[in-house]
């Protein structure tokens, strides 16, 4: 067991220890059994973004849901880790993409934003799936947009760089999520060629109490001056809006303007869009 940590670190393993084996084995097992059942086990929500500029959802964000039968609903952020250390990440990433694009053959126009681990894209498959998918859904490559985060840049890059320049050649766009956080720095935005930024929902939070406002104001500068698309994620008050939109950022996403939903009710909102007019999908739409 102590080899798992390297061949050259040995670890004395406490009962502690046992159990957080004993755990993630768990996880893994029940996590392979999810993906055998994935259409009772796993769902895809999708969270609307928003223009600034017009105030009509001009994508969704799909986002992945465990709905385990005993835990219940399970967040992402307590699974992708164990799905990418077990291999899952594979086929459980394969899957949501192939759900998410179906379901936007539903939303014409809109963008589809789909998150994607560095370790799934370091298939030699990925590229070929997502253009497949693509003749298979009729979905255009501009309409998908594939979110990413910092950590692609650590360990082997370049094979993830060669699939993402691949799909961006044919019209994919990339989007770097979470901009802001861990150990990423301004200076990432070079070493990666991407379309957009989201900021971090930490920065965005940080507006309200007013030490954020220079931040996320030079993010902004930064991003533009790069020619870059700018999404601002967790945007959950007025003002954060109102900051937001006077410093020209171009699209928002939060809880403020509208939660992660089914595609039942994406599809709804689209619909008073075409009955009422755009305005029922302005920036003014709350979802409750
Ligand atoms: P993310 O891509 O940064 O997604 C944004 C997260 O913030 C989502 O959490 C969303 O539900 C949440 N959120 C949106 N608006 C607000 C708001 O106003 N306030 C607050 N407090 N939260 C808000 P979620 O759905 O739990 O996803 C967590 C993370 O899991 C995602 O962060 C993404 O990194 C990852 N993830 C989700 N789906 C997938 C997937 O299909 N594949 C992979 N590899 N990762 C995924
Ligand atoms: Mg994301
Ligand atoms: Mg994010
Ligand atoms: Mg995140």
Redesign the pocket.
Known sequence: KAKMHGRSRYVFFEPWMDEVVRIRETTHRELRLAITDCDNQLKVLYQPVFSTITGAVTGVEALLRWDHPVNGIISPDEFIGSAEESGLIEVLGAWVLRKAMHDAADWPGLRIAV?VSPVQMRSRAFADSIVALMAETGIAPGRLEL?I?ETVLMGDFADVADALARLRGIGVTVAL???G?GYSSLSHIRDIAVDRI?I??SFVNAIDAGQGMALVEAVVALAKANGLQITA??VETERELEFLTSLGCHEVQGYLLGRPIGAAGITAILGHAARDGAASTAISYRAA
Do not use: A, V
């Open positions: 998150n979110e985060t999520d979470d901009f956080t989201k971090d929902q994620e967790g």
